[in-house]
T-cell receptor, first 111, second 112 residues
Framework: GENVEQHPSTLSVQEGDSAVIKCTYS??????FPWYKQELGKGPQLIID?????GEKKDQRIAVTLNKTAKHFSLHITETQPEDSAVYFC??????????FGSGTKLNVKP | SQTIHQWPATLVQPVGSPLSLECTVE??????LYWYRQAAGRGLQLLFY??????ISSEVPQNLSASRPQDRQFILSSKKLLLSDSGFYLC???????????FGQGTRLTVV
């Protein structure tokens, strides 16, 4: 099956700085790449996604980039705020059939 | 609106006892349903998925089983829990056609 690797496992930034989380995937047939934010004790919530026919997508302070050739995609958060602190997961899916997740990145935004 | 319910929220069970976690979805029909496990400090591991009543696919061999007795109900079970079954279990659903996956609030299982 698909193998998704995510880095870094922990990330600490100062409020207002940018944060970047990177993921790679193994199956070139994957065509949907969502990012989830998980707060303590809760289920993951979708924050942004990108499909394989798009190279970049932005939503306010959050952006995702996809490089199909290299099979990697990244999450970019600009102007970080303390409420951005959470665990972030990337995932890859083939035709929305099954979702394979990365190991997660714990983001800590220091005020 | 579509919602997903998962219970219980927390569970402490002794080794060797049975397990039954339930997940139900409202406001939709024929959803794809998934069970994930999140071990402490690790990512989400896909355990089972189901595309319809009675249709279960297992991703990894383990001490757990899943069943889908109704269209919007997905159950995760075990006959005898192991210490290694401890973790955070998440149910997710995917409405067809193509759309995002929605997660339940999760069940924190501690096997003692």
């Amino acid at each position: 099956g698909e193998n998704v690797e995510q880095h870094p496992s922990t990330l600490s930034v100062q409020e207002g700085d940018s944060a970047v989380i990177k993921c790679t995937y193994s199956d070139s047939a994957s065509n949907y790449f969502p990012w989830y934010k998980q707060e303590l004790g809760k289920g993951p919530q979708l924050i942004i996604d990108i499909r394989s026919n798009v190279g970049e997508k932005k939503d306010q302070r959050i952006a995702v980039t996809l490089n199909k050739t290299a099979k990697h995609f990244s999450l970019h958060i600009t102007e970080t705020q303390p409420e951005d602190s959470a665990v972030y997961f990337c995932a890859a899916s083939i035709n929305f059939n099954k979702f394979y997740f990365g190991s997660g990145t714990k983001l800590n935004v220091k005020p | 609106s579509q919602t997903i319910h998962q219970w219980p929220a927390t569970l402490v069970q002794p080794v060797g006892s049975p397990l039954s976690l339930e997940c139900t979805v409202e406001g939709t029909s024929n959803p794809n349903l998934y069970w994930y496990r999140q071990a402490a400090g690790r990512g989400l591991q896909l355990l089972f998925y189901s595309v319809g009543i009675g249709q279960i696919s297992s991703e990894v061999p383990q001490n757990l089983s899943a069943s889908r007795p109704q269209d919007r109900q997905f159950i995760l079970s075990s006959k005898k829990l192991l210490l290694s079954d401890s973790g955070f279990y998440l149910c997710a659903w995917l409405r067809t056609p193509n759309t995002e996956a929605f997660f339940g609030q999760g069940t924190r299982l501690t096997v003692v």
